[in-house]
Structures are given as C-alpha cells and as structure tokens.
C-alpha cells in the first residue's frame, strides 16, 4: 500500500512537460509558452491530397543515392520526418509507430512501405542504419526489412519535403549552445501509391485500428479528413533565460500517475473493509464467548 502510494508521490513529483496545443492554437498552457516565438513557426499544416515532390534525392541507410519515387506506385507508405539523433521526441514517435504497427496484419514491403526521412542534413548513412537496426529489431519481423526506409538528405531536399508536407521546424542550440538540435512537432503521415497525402496523425501514440483504415484507404487513392490538430512540441520555452531546451515528452506519466492513484484508492478502500470485517469477527467473537460463560 505504502508502495503504491509513494510511486504515485513520486510520479507525481516530476513535472509533466509534454508541450500540447489543440487546433488551431499557438500557445500552451501557461504564460511561459505564450510568450515564445518559436511556436509560430513550429506547425503541422494538413495538407490532404497535396502532391509530393518524388523526383526528390535522398540517400538511404545503405548510402545509395535514391529517389523518393522508387517507393511509389504500387503500395501507400507511413511518411515520419523526425532527426536520428533527437534526444527525445523522435524516439517516441518512431516508438509509438513501430508499437501499432506491431497489432497491424498489415506488412512493410508487402502491403506498405515505412519512410523515415532526417530532417537533419548533417546526419547520414550511418545513423540511418543504425537506426533502422533498432526499430527493426522491436518490430520484430526481420523478414520486413525492405519496407524500412531510413533516409538523409541535403538542406533543399529536406526543405522541399518539409514544405510538401506542411512540416514547420526550427533549428535551436543544444547544450552546448550549438545549432544542433529542432524544435518540432511530431506527427505522422499516410501516403497513396500516387504520392498524394492521405491522412495525417498527430502526436505520438497511433490506433493500430486508424492505422490500418488509413494504410487501406490510402490504397484506393482516397483522401481522408482532416484530424484534431493536437501538437505534441519537442521543447520548452525559459523565459527567464530566454533560451529553449528540449523536453522528454511525458504524457504517459499523467496516465501513470491516473492508473497509481485509482489502484492506491482501490487498495485502500479493501484493506479497509477487511480490517471492518476483521474486526466485526472479532467482536462477534468475543461475544460469543460472554454469552456462553452467562448460560454456563
């Protein structure tokens, strides 16, 4: 009981920092966020039945040089652009995919193909395998490995997806003050075999049901509809320094700290009608035993 207790206490005492904004919002919740800039250029604009630029050059984890094209015409594909060395938000992300992807009869190269695109121009092969490596390990059908694309570009091929896509970013200093890392928000994208965009899903947790729907439908050539623009950021804004660093998104905590504090009510509540009745037995018990020392 304790235990469950101090788990919640515990949870509870880290600060949830998940930065979320819903449709058609520019601000957070507090005052901090309000007053940062940089959420006017970080956005996810949905941009349903938009054509993307396959001619583009990108090289993949093998380092060859290909074009997006090569990816189209048969299949639709799940389109993520995220950066390998993300020290946070990408990873959830790509997590959060691979896990739906999982509980999907759905397979990569087979009815799909999975495009992971750095937005990084500094980043290569290297990462890209690397990464590939470990996202195809948790997914688990190693069988699949072709329909895993991890791609890296140059700044105007980077730029050309980026703005196809509607994906809005900023370039912010790490910890070393360098211009290493982005602030971005996270989100996926259904693409059909003709390269137009399909559906777009935001945040970092997707429906393995909507994920199929949406693979489905994207093979047909249909377009679906606009979703809830809820926006999951990849950094928190100091107004007292004036500079941003990035965050864990943790919004699973929240349901953590939920799930903790509805078990520890729950365990509370049984410990305490048992002890009610222990102590009911008791007294009947004891008189009982009164009872027959009287008629005796």
Sequence with gaps: MFLAFAMAASMAATPLCAQVSGYGE???GDSADKASPLLDKISITQRLNAQLPLALNFVDETGK???LADYFGKHPAILALVYYQCPMLCSEELNGLTGALEMVDLKPGRDFDVIVISIDPSE?????????RIYLKKYGFPETANGW???TGKQDAIDAITRAVGFGYVRIPGPDGRLTQFAHASAIQIVTPEGKLAQYYMGVEYSPKDLRLGLVEASNNKIGSPVDNILTYCYHYDPATNKQSLIVSRVVQLGGLLTMGLLGGFMF???RR???KLHGDDNQSDSDQTGTKVNG
């Design 274 to 276: 048992d002890a009610r």
């Design 26 to 28: 520019k601000s957070m």
């Design 65 to 67: 040089t290909i074009q």
């Design 269 to 271: 509540l049984m410990f």
């Design 149 to 151: 694309h991890f791609l």
């Design 124 to 132: 290569g092969p290297d990462l890209a395998a690397a990464k590939k």
